[in-house]
């Protein structure tokens, strides 16, 4: 790259330094360009670390979609900055009492779906906190047991330490008649719900006219059987797709909470909403 003047060829590679000229009004300070990291980051470049742990994302919500490439980059930037292929371990965001469900598009349920496709990137492990957040506190007190689940995937994949540190993840689906049948992965000691009536609450059922409905769900062995008397052909199951999801009850016997998680790849209500800043003015 370079500037070309009328006699003079300005070479532009290398290193660049700016200055911000002016920041728009209605800006805050955490939106000023690269002042987190600037501040925050980039001084700890020269040390060295064992990993990362990461509980971030709730300003995200509202443009989840594209998280799903921009939290990856993060990681992967930072491990470029440091040559080091680090864990990063971080938690999938805890319940909220957010605007939105299944029906309307609920856009804290896509960013916890943009969480957890992060985790096909090398070395990473995911908390879920459905269960042990506040409704209405985007910030829950309850980082103990917070904690303790990042710990867990510490101790079994750094210090190997050999336990199970995760929940109920999803498989595959297979239908039957009027049901869903879900298979799950990372069951442990196998699958089981806070209900003693048997019941697992979360999950929603829908057909092709892509509406969802509260769904009657059981654990059969290692499976749940979704149906619903609204849905005679079902397509499509949900489970905690909704940003307060703290009725979900599905668990591993270890007692790590089944991760949200959606079988179809309808519509979202984020696609295609990007990073902009609002002019007050």
């Given amino acids: 790259m370079k500037l070309v003047l009328d006699d003079?060829?300005?070479?532009?590679?290398?290193?660049?330094?700016?200055?911000?000229?002016?920041?728009?009004?209605?800006?805050?300070?955490?939106?000023?360009?690269?002042?987190?990291?600037?501040?925050?980051?980039?001084?700890?470049?020269?040390?060295?670390?064992?990993g990362v742990l990461w509980y971030q994302g709730e300003s995200n919500a509202g443009?989840?979609?594209?998280?799903?490439?921009?939290?990856?980059?993060?990681?992967?930037?930072?491990?470029k900055k440091w040559n080091n292929e680090f864990p990063f371990y971080f938690v999938q965001h805890a319940t909220f009492n957010t605007k939105g469900n299944s029906n309307e598009g609920s856009d804290w349920a896509e960013l916890r779906e943009a969480q957890m496709m992060t985790?096909?990137?090398?070395?990473t492990g995911m908390a879920v906190t459905t269960d042990?957040?506040?409704?209405?506190?985007?910030?829950?007190?309850?980082?103990?047991?917070?904690?303790?689940?990042?710990?867990?995937?510490?101790?079994?994949?750094?210090?190997?330490?050999?336990?199970?540190?995760?929940?109920?993840?999803?498989?595959?689906?297979?239908?039957?008649?009027?049901?869903?049948i879900i298979s799950f992965e990372n069951i442990g000691g196998g699958l089981m719900t806070t209900d003693k009536s048997g019941q697992v609450l979360g999950f929603e059922i829908a057909g092709s006219d892509q509406k969802f409905y509260e769904a009657i769900a059981t654990i059969e062995g290692n499976t749940s059987i979704i149906s619903s008397e609204k849905v005679a052909s079902p397509l499509a199951v949900h489970f905690g797709w909704i940003g307060d999801a703290s009725a979900n009850n599905l668990f591993n016997k270890e007692g790590f909470p089944a991760v949200p998680f959606r079988t179809d790849d309808w519509q979202t209500v984020t696609r295609d909403v990007k990073y902009k800043i609002i002019d007050f003015k």
Avoid: C
């Fill in 8 to 50: 003079e060829n300005i070479s532009l590679a290398g290193s660049w330094k700016f200055q911000v000229e002016n920041i728009k009004s209605g800006t805050t300070v955490n939106e000023f360009p690269s002042l987190a990291y600037n501040a925050m980051i980039d001084p700890l470049i020269p040390y060295s670390f064992r």
């Fill in 63 to 79: 443009r989840a979609f594209q998280y799903r490439k921009a939290f990856p980059l993060l990681i992967n930037d930072w491990r």
């Fill in 132 to 180: 042990i957040g506040n409704p209405k506190d985007i910030h829950p007190t309850n980082k103990q047991d917070v904690g303790k689940r990042l710990a867990a995937i510490a101790f079994n994949r750094i210090y190997r330490k050999r336990m199970i540190d995760s929940g109920p993840t999803f498989k595959s689906m297979k239908i039957v008649g009027n049901k869903a």
């Fill in 119 to 123: 985790l096909s990137t090398p070395k």
